[in-house]
Structures are given as structure tokens and as C-alpha cells.
């Protein structure tokens, strides 16, 4: 927080004198100004400030210290070099059309002006001298990096054409669409849904599935936004001042709550920079956080620091009473002797037994979190969550503090994700598809947050079915995912993969087994709007091509976006629509109708010749270039007003706009961000109208729970002996007029949760089944799992549970997560800046285990995982646990050698990177993979000088290709937490050498397999309907029911694992 303007007695006279500008008159203004952080980021006339005032953006001039004044115009967007969102400006120099430079957005509400290092990176990489800059199809076999450029019109027309075929065949669900992390909202949720397919796949389930499922099950919301600025005591399972989601705006404001007075405790067994800040630094054994978590749970419970009304109002503790303990008296008091008897076991010394962390730090903090009581703030994303099996029970049990604190969605606490995001009204909206793609969700994992897609490889071996065509996007497997040999093997093989698009800025490992490779834009090249809950309030940032917008301010007309970009770099947007345009050739497959312009009709277009008469209406009428051009066919929708709709449709940004004397869309495209809502608490207080007690369908459980009926034949049938009124909270005091059943008279009937009643008022409430926090998950109990250590918040030891690993014979745990402050997977490549801050990724050893080992830093060691090894560097350090070994998975992209000269081969600078990736060898015999380094990084000569200035060799070892397929049986999370065996590398090995046996990768896939409990649940349907899964079909008894086992799943056949063999063969 900032501190206001005190002047002294000189400041004041120099004032009066004129001296100095008058501060005290200026402070309302620079209020103003302000962001809610109280720091100046735009300065009042005639000041100096951090940032050009938002009205001088295309007219700004800089003055050079060597030259002229330069003369720009500031267009904003948005990074995209994580997933934050933060708002950048670029600076494009009105002379020649260049971008000369890239720095925060000061209006941007999530970052307020401030990046880190990947923000201004980003002109490396649109400046980057190998970049792929044209459309390019396969010329050779796959991997032979034997490419042709091509034109858009025919790499369009071709993928389309096979895509209609699969369509009309019935085998819809072989297309699919795989993306990183996408950086828009509900963008290709639309075009699929327009489709008709289930082919969404994503790489959750290798990032933050295991979080996300702890959260779900609580409140189906699946991820928190702490307020971390207004927090009292602030704990971490990350590292969150360095790294992570949403590390930037997060940062910033951990900071801030911590300069006010707040406390920091981090659980990390490496001391991370944020962990090095932190007031406590809990160095925990891996997988055993839930056990600290809920010895901190027991001493709240035990010093009675917790919320009674809001346990009490808003926790589903009856359900829980009736369903585990029916012979005890339902009454809040029992729930709470209930709730100490439970946790009692869970001392801070039995955590300190488990985690090794010191049980008076344990107490200690455990007495300051339920201190700060609803100014408790926490966060989770990836770390304990998902690197163990079981790690959904650690983000459960981190919730389960908020939860008897009563911070949840409290001011300096931690809300539901979902409260602090933008959702859009999108324009020509399709109806939701209505199949179900088991190679995305398999019958195995009917609880997975989300795809299973770090198995598809496995799943195309097995024969469960093949891919027509299959998009990437920001999506790279061969390198980020486990066992990346096993994903070359599947996409090199044509019968599993029919055609493969990779949608790319930059070449990667991926792309090198794909038939086309098609340029997509960096960040300022492309269209998207993101919002992330980076703080209680709720704002949308608008990315866009940068160099179009300054084309268009200056009076170009521009129909596509790859004419202002380099080369033929397009965006995805654009390439979406005309793709879908040119599937429905006719527009008889019912797709077309929802990329038809949703402000002009055909008889409109032909009147004003194909055109609009004012810009922000449309430009030239996009029809398909087969198209006839008849004046009465709907012309095809525009960016533009894709994106004018959506920001037409918010309330609070239209009313903005007037103000400013501007139209939705061009405020937009001025500011870069908004902010539709801002204090965003307690929502679940909010009150519903009592009238919605009344209508018909409606009916209050004993639980206070209010349903609606969604089949409006369907009736609750009251069992003898049970009032109609009977009372649902003891004491409570109702009004008249509901019909108040008992819960299980609900249990067969399709209802929608509406709300709750809260001492006679009806509220809204979260989305669970009761309405309220769900302590004890009925659903996993009927659903197979109905132990208590999966019903309610508990403790799962580990697959690295040191019961699991040898230590006397040299086995550790592998800690591969963390991230690098620099990087994010390859998302962050091809930058020259960050690779020279970056560029490997050593094995940390604590000393203790170096001196076993007889290692110091800078020596190799070979690290043996159940697939294979790799060998590193070692990094001795005293910030790791002793027996834990540590590498970051940022490091050791790579690029391939041929025909044996020590360089990258293939046409088009296939290679791509070369300040960051290194030139391998490949081996392939039998399913036995090795790879070894060639040459590492070197200077190189290009357009821009700074490449013959390369100074470091080092790239990074690729580890993630030795990690072996760890499902976990529940939430689907790959467990990325390895038990190696370290030992000092052999003399024939060399820094860099990786080996994986890819059939031994199956077998360990299918023993995971073995763990899990598959669908039809209680109810016949493949997943619990009230869990969030993207893309979700409807659920009508009229037709054919795709959440149920034989309904639709748009391919030829069903897989009968008894049918094949062990790699899918008759």
C-alpha cells in the first residue's frame, strides 16, 4: 500500500514560492491516477510519471539520447508468456511500422503496469531471426524435416476437406482439438460446440488437475483467488513470489499484505525465493503436507479458533451426521466433538513424524491462521498437488482451514475462482455438443479435473481409437509431458494419428512430427480476451495484433491479420473461422450459422457493396473464397465484431465507454483492460427473491438445500411418517409457503440446487450438491470411495512415502516441478534474453547427500527413474531437504541431427531456437530411446547482431522424457514426483545422455490403471453431472444420453479391453 504526501516546512515554502508544483493541490488528482496499490503509474501534467497519459498513446514522443525524437504510437495487449494475463504496452515506431519495445500497461487492473522478465521478452520472440513465418506441409515421412510452404487457401481447403469427411462419417470425436494453456475465454469452447464434437483436450491434467479436484469437491468451484493484499497470515504451497499462477499480480500483492502488517508461511522442501521471504518455512517431506495441514486444522479445533457461524450456516455437517454417524443426535454441538475425535490423531508431533518439519513451528502456525481467522489467506496450485498420489487431499485440506476460519470468500481471505472472472456473452452462441470422447475422459477416471490427455499415447496402443485430425496448440507433449518417446512413437504412426496440424509461432518437438506446421502469432500478433482471479475483483484483457491496430489507426484497411504481421503469421481467431466457414462448405452440416455476422445480413452486405459504411461496424464481407458472392448469403463474422459483441454485452464496460465517448470495442482497443466488478465478497451471502419458495418444482431439503425439479413430470414422493413441515435446522425460524422434503426423497430425481436457506432466508450459495461446503463428499462415497480417508479431508501417504523409498540403497525422491521465474515450459522459448538469464537446469542435492554420493557442484550424476535415466550436472546446496533431489522442468529442448554433422537438419530452419535448444542424436531400437547431445548452444549469424554475441553452451537436460505415467486413480493428475536412484555418472556417460524403454512405460500405465474404480456410478452416468468437464454434453432422457456408458461417443466402435492385446492388436 502506498503512503500519502507529507510535506515539510520546506516542501510547503518551496510551494508558496512556485519552486516546487503544489503537491497537497495535486493529491486528489494523483488519487485518481492510482491504482489500488496507491502507486503513481500515470503522472498529473507536468510531472514526471512511470507511464505516457492513455490520451497521448498514438501521438507519444520519446526523446532519444543519441538522435531525434522518435515519434510512436502505444498500442496495448496482453502477455501470453504465462498464464497471468498482464497487460502490456508496445511501442511502434510511427516511421517505419516497427515495434521498438514492450513495457507494462499501467490501466491494466491485474498487473498495474509491472511485468516480469517474460513481459518485455516478448520482441525476442516476435523479433526472433528463425521463427516460422509461413504455412508449411509435410514433404517426407513424419520426423524427416522434409518440408513445402504452402499457401492458406490450400492448407485451409485440404484440412477442411478431411474434417468434413470424419464429420459426415459419424466419426466425429476423431478430431480433436489439444491446447496447452489456451489464454482466451470460451473461444474454442464455441467453435467446438459449433462442430458438434467432444474434442477438446488440454494439459491439466499434467499441471493443476490434483488441486483442482481438492477444491471441486468442497465446492465444485475448482480453483481459489486469495486476497492476499488484505490478509492477515498468508500460506503457500508455491512459490508465488517468484514463479506460478498468477505470479506477477500475486506477487504484488503478497507484498503489499505483508507490508501492512500480514504474516508469510510457505511449505516447500526447497527454500525457494518466496520461501527465503517467508516468516516460516516449512521444509516439508514430500506428499506429507496434508498431515501438516490438518494438525493445524486439529489445533484450531482444539483451541476452539474457529468459525462456528459459518460452519455451522454453510458447511453440509448433517449430511455428514446422517450418512457416517446416524446413531448420534444431529446437532451442531455432535458435529463438533465429531470433528475433534476425527482429527485428534493428527498431532503436530505425528505431522512432524511424517514431514520432518518441527512441531512447534507446526502449532505456531496453526494458532496464526486461525488468529487471523476470515483474514486467512492461501494458495495451491501445482506443487504438493500434483506431484503425489493423493495430492487432492492436500489442496482439500488447505481449504479445510479456510473453511473453519470462515475466509472463505472473505475480505483477506480466499474466495471461489469463478467470482473473479469474467465470463462472456459470445455471439451466435451453437448449442452444447452431445457426445462423449472416451480417448479424452475414459470410464476409468470418472472424477479426472480433467482430460486424460498425458495418456493418449497409451490409449491409441491400446487400440481405444484413432485420431482423423488432431490440432495442437501452445501444446508441446514430446518435451513438457512424461515419457515423451512414447508420444513420438504415436504420432509418427499415421494409422493412430491421420493428420496432424501443429498451430505454432516457433518449431518444437512436436512440430517436427506434424503434416502441417502453421505460424500462429506471439501475443501483440493475435486476438484473445483472458481474465484471471488475481485479486477480488473481476477485469478482461484485450490482446490484440498490435501492429494491425497501428495500421488500422493510421487508415489501412486490413481484412486478415497475417497482412500486418511478419511474413504470414495469421492468429487463431481468424484461422477458426474460416477453417469452420470452409467445413460447411454448403452450409448444410448446421456449422456456418454460427460465423455468420451477428450485426449483417446478406441483403445488407450486397447494399453497401460487400462493406460496412463505418469502421467499427465490419470491413469487407468475408464469405468463403468459393463463395459465389449472392447478395442474399450471410457474409462470414469478423474479429471485429466477435469481439464488438462480446464487449457490447458488458453492462458495466458499455457504461465506461459512453463516458469516455467511445464504443465498447474501440475503448478496448485504446485501454487494453477493464474492470467490470471490483470487492468482490461473500457471494454466497447474496440473497435470493423468497417468491422463487413458491413456484412449482421447487422444494427445501431438511437440509436447508432449495431444489428444482428439471423434469417437470417428476414429483417428490413424501415418505410415511415425515412431515411436510418438518424443520431443517434446529431452532430455525421459516417462512410459509415451501415444501420442505426429506434429503433422500431427492436421490433418484434430476434437480438443480437453486440456493440455501440461512435462518429463513433463501441464498445463493456455491454449486455443490447441498448448496453449502462439502465436508463429507457423498458423491465419492457412492461413487466406490467411501473410506473415511476419501469421504472427508485426510491424509494419503504417498507413492514417494519414504515407506516406499530405499534410502540405504541410494533411492531419493525427485522433485521436478518447480519453476524458473524466466520460463514456463516452451511456451517461454526462443527469447534471447531470458535464455541468457536461463539456460540450465542442474540436479540440487543437499550436501549431506553429495558427500554420500562423493559429488560436488559441477560434477555428473546419473538419475535412474523406473524408465530409464538421465544424466546431469549437480548443484550442491543447502536448500533442499537431505534425501530430496530437486530440477526444474523449464530446461533441455532440443532440436535433431541427421545425418550425424553435430547440426539441426531439415528444411525451413526447422531446428528454430538456437539460443536455447540443443542439437541431439536419436536413437530408436525395439522401444529403447536414447538421445545424446551434440553441440550445445554457439553463436550464430543472423539479422540481429546480438546472435554472434552468444556467450553460454549450456541448454538444459530434458528430464520429463524419463518420467515414467503416474494417473492418479482419482482426479486423473499425473503424480510427478519420480523415486530415483542417483548415483555418479558411469565414464561412458556424457552431460545431456537420456534412455527410456517405452514398453516399460506401458506396463507401468497399466498398473496405475489398476487403481482406479471405473464408471457407471450409482446413477449409470460416467461422472458425478454436478463436477465442472469442459465442453459438457447435455443430459436429455429424450435422446440419446452421452453422460451414460452406451451412449454416444461419435466413433465407429467401442473399445472392448478384452478384444485386444497388449499394444491394441487383434
Known amino acids: ?61 520519446e526523446y532519444e539520447s543519441e538522435g531525434l525524437p522518435k515519434e510512436y504510437s502505444v498500442v496495448p495487449t496482453a502477455c501470453f508468456n504465462c498464464e497471468a494475463g498482464c497487460g502490456l504496452l508496445t511501442y511502434i515506431d510511427k516511421e517505419t511500422g516497427d515495434i521498438r519495445k514492450i513495457e507494462g500497461n499501467p490501466e491494466h487492473p491485474g498487473s498495474r503496469g509491472r511485468n516480469c522478465a517474460k513481459g518485455p521478452a516478448t520482441i525476442n520472440q516476435i523479433k526472433d531471426p528463425q521463427r516460422i513465418r509461413y504455412p508449411l ?11 513445402t510452404r504452402v499457401s492458406w487457401d490450400d492448407a485451409l481447403e485440404d484440412i477442411a476437406s478431411e474434417m468434413r469427411e470424419t464429420i459426415t462419417d459419424g466419426r466425429e470425436n476423431e478430431i480433436t482439438y489439444h491446447v496447452g494453456r489456451p489464454g482466451h475465454e470460451g473461444y474454442m469452447d464455441r467453435v467446438i460446440n459449433a462442430w458438434g464434437l467432444d474434442g477438446h483436450n488440454s494439459h491439466t491434467n499434467i499441471c493443476s488437475a490434483g488441486a483442482r479436484a481438492g477444491y471441486a469437491f468442497w465446492q465444485k468451484y475448482d480453483r481459489p483467488s486469495a486476497d492476499f493484499a488484505n490478509a492477515e ?108 475425535d476425527t482429527y485428534a490423531g493428527f498431532t503436530p508431533e505425528y505431522a ?48 479445510f482451514l479456510s473453511v473453519l476460519t470462515g475466509s472463505v470468500g472473505t475480505k483477506g481471505g480466499t474466495s471461489p475462482n469463478a467470482w473473479h472472472k469474467f465470463e462472456p456473452e459470445l455471439p451466435k452462441e451453437p448449442p452444447r455438443q452431445q457426445l ?86 506471439h501475443s501483440p500478433e493475435r486476438h484473445d480476451i483472458q481474465s484471471q482471479e488475481t485479486h477480488a475483483a473481476t477485469w478482461v484483457t484485450y490482446r490484440q495484433p498490435v501492429q494491425r491496430e497501428f ?63 463505418q469502421r467499427d461496424d465490419s470491413v469487407a464481407d468475408r464469405g468463403a473464397p468459393s463463395s459465389d458472392g449472392a447478395a442474399d448469403e450471410p457474409p462470414q463474422m469478423t474479429v471485429d465484431e466477435y469481439y464488438r459483441y462480446v464487449f457490447e454485452h458488458e453492462e458495466n464496460l458499455v457504461e465506461a465507454a459512453e463516458e469516455a465517448g467511445m464504443e465498447p470495442l474501440e475503448y478496448m482497443k485504446h485501454h487494453g483492460a477493464f474492470e467490470a466488478s471490483e470487492n468482490d465478497y461473500e457471494l454466497h451471502e447474496e440473497p435470493l427473491d423468497p417468491a422463487l419458495l413458491e413456484e412449482d418444482g421447487v422444494f427445501v431439503d431438511e437440509y436447508g438445500t432449495i431444489h428444482r425439479l428439471l423434469d417437470e413430470d417428476d414429483d417428490v414422493s413424501i415418505p410415511e411418517g415425515t412431515a411436510q413441515s418438518a424443520e431443517i435446522d434446529e431452532g430455525a425460524d421459516h417462512p410459509e409457503g415451501y415444501d420442505t422434503v426429506p434429503h433422500g426423497s431427492l436421490a433418484d430425481l434430476e434437480t438443480q440446487v437453486l440456493g440455501v436457506l440461512v435462518d429463513g432466508e433463501p441464498k445463493r450459495g456455491f454449486p455443490s450438491p447441498t448448496g453449502k461446503q462439502q465436508f463429507y463428499s457423498k458423491t465419492l462415497a457412492e461413487w466406490g470411495w467411501d473410506d473415511e480417508e476419501y469421504t472427508i479431508p485426510h491424509y494419503l501417504k504417498s507413492h514417494v512415502h519414504p515407506e516406499n523409498i530405499d534410502y540405504e540403497n541410494g533411492e531419493m525422491v525427485l522433485v521436478p516441478t518447480f519453476r524458473l521465474p524466466t520460463a514456463i515450459h516452451s511456451r517461454s522459448s526462443n527469447s534471447k534474453w531470458l535464455e541468457e538469464i536461463s539456460h540450465n537446469n542442474p540436479v540440487w542435492l543437499h550436501r549431506t547427500d553429495a558427500e554420500r554420493l562423493g559429488v560436488e557442484t559441477g560434477d555428473l550424476v546419473r538419475v535412474e527413474t523406473e524408465i530409464g535415466y538421465y544424466v546431469n550436472e549437480v548443484w550442491v546446496t543447502e536448500s533442499i531437504k537431505p534425501g530430496i533431489a530437486a530440477m526444474s522442468h523449464h530446461m533441455g529442448q532440443w532440436k535433431v541431427d541427421r545425418d550425424g554433422d553435430g547440426e539441426a537438419d531439415g528444411d525451413f530452419d526447422e531446428g528454430g531456437d538456437p539460443y536455447g535448444k540443443v542439437t541431439v542424436d536419436l536413437k ?28 553460454w553452451t549450456d541448454g538444459g537436460v530434458p528430464q520429463n522424457l524419463t518420467h515414467a505415467p503416474h494417473p492418479d486413480p482419482i482426479s486423473g493428475m499425473h503424480c510427478w514426483h519420480q523415486k530415483v536412484r542417483v548415483r555418479s555418472a558411469k565414464a561412458d556417460d556424457y552431460y545431456g545422455d537420456v534412455y527410456v524403454d517405452t514398453d516399460r512405460a506401458m506396463e507401468i500405465y497399466r498398473e496405475w490403471v489398476e487403481k482406479t474404480q471405473p464408471a457407471a456410478g450409482p446413477d449409470g452416468k460416467r461422472r458425478p453431472k454436478w463436477l465442472k468437464r469442459p465442453i459438457a454434453p447435455p443430459s436429455d432422457p429424450d435422446e440419446d444420453d452421452a453422460w451414460y456408458l452406451d451412449g454416444p461417443i461419435g466413433r465407429e466402435q467401442r473399445w472392448d479391453p478384452d478384444e485386444f492385446g497388449p499394444q491394441g492388436e487383434d
Open 924 to 951: 530408436d531400437e525395439d522401444s529403447q530411446w536414447g538421445m545424446r547431445q551434440q553441440s550445445g548452444i554457439e553463436p550464430f549469424e543472423s539479422d540481429d547482431p546480438d546472435s554472434a554475441r552468444v556467450w
Open 1 to 61: 500500500m502506498g503512503h500519502e504526501f507529507d510535506p515539510s516546512r520546506i516542501e510547503k515554502l518551496a510551494e508558496r514560492l512556485g519552486v516546487i508544483s503544489n503537491r497537497t493541490e495535486n493529491t486528489k488528482k494523483q488519487r485518481q491516477r492510482r491504482g489500488v496499490d496507491g502507486i503513481d503509474r500515470i503522472a498529473p501534467e507536468g510531472e514526471l510519471g512511470s507511464y505516457p497519459d492513455p490520451d497521448q498513446w498514438h501521438d507519444w514522443v
Open 436 to 521: 462423449w470422447d472416451e480417448l479424452q475422459l475414459p470410464p476409468e477416471w470418472p472424477f479426472a479435473h480433467y482430460e486424460m490427455s498425458q495418456l493418449l499415447p497409451y490409449f491409441l496402443k491400446e487400440g481405444r481409437g484413432k485420431l482423423s485430425v488432431y490440432f495442437t496448440r501452445v501444446f508441446n507433449p514430446v518435451y513438457t509431458y512424461p515419457d515423451g518417446f512414447s508420444w513420438i512413437e504415436a504420432l509418427s504412426d499415421e494409422d493412430k494419428v491421420g493428420m496432424h496440424v501443429a498451430l505454432t509461432p516457433t518449431w518444437n518437438e512436436t512440430a517436427y512430427f506434424a503434416d502441417y506446421v502453421l505460424p500462429m502469432g
Open 137 to 147: 506441409k509435410r514433404d517426407g515421412p513424419r520426423g524427416s524435416g522434409e518440408w
Open 551 to 613: 495500421a488500422e489507426r493510421e487508415g489501412e484497411d486490413i481484412e486478415r491479420t497475417y497482412e500486418a504481421n511478419p511474413g504470414e503469421v495469421w492468429e487463431e481467431d481468424e484461422f477458426w473461422m474460416d477453417l469452420s466457414w470452409r467445413v460447411d462448405e454448403d452450409g448444410e452440416l448446421g456449422i456456418r450459422e454460427h460465423f455468420e455476422s451477428p450485426y449483417r445480413d446478406g441483403e445488407t452486405a450486397a447494399a453497401n457493396g460487400g462493406a460496412a459504411t
Open 233 to 340: 497470515f498468508i500460506l503457500l504451497l508455491s512459490a508465488h513470489l517468484e514463479s506460478g499462477h498468477y505470479f506477477n499480480p500475486h506477487a504484488q500483492r503478497i507484498i503489499e499484505g505483508v507490508m501492512e502488517g500480514g504474516q508469510l508461511a510457505v511449505l516447500d522442501p526447497r527454500l525457494s525465493n518466496t520461501a527465503a521471504m517467508s516468516d516460516y518455512w516449512l521444509p516439508t517431506q514430500p506428499g506429507s503436507e496434508a498431515a501438516v495441514l490438518l494438525a493445524m486444522a486439529n489445533v484450531i479445533l482444539r483451541e476452539g479458533l474457529y468459525d462456528e457461524e459459518f460452519l455451522s450456516n454453510w458447511v453440509n455437517w448433517q449430511q455428514f451426521l446422517d450418512e457416517k454417524h446416524p446413531d448420534r443426535e444431529r446437532t451442531f454441538e455432535t458435529y463438533l466433538d465429531v470433528l475433534r
Open 352 to 399: 512432524e513424524a511424517e514431514s520432518g518439519v518441527d512441531a512447534a513451528t507446526i502449532e505456531k502456525v496453526g494458532r496464526k491462521i486461525g488468529t487471523a481467522g476470515s483474514r486467512f489467506a492461501s494458495h495451491i496450485w501445482r506443487s504438493a498437488a500434483s506431484g503425489n498420489e493423493g495430492g487432492w487431499q492436500v489442496s482439500r485440506a488447505l481449504h
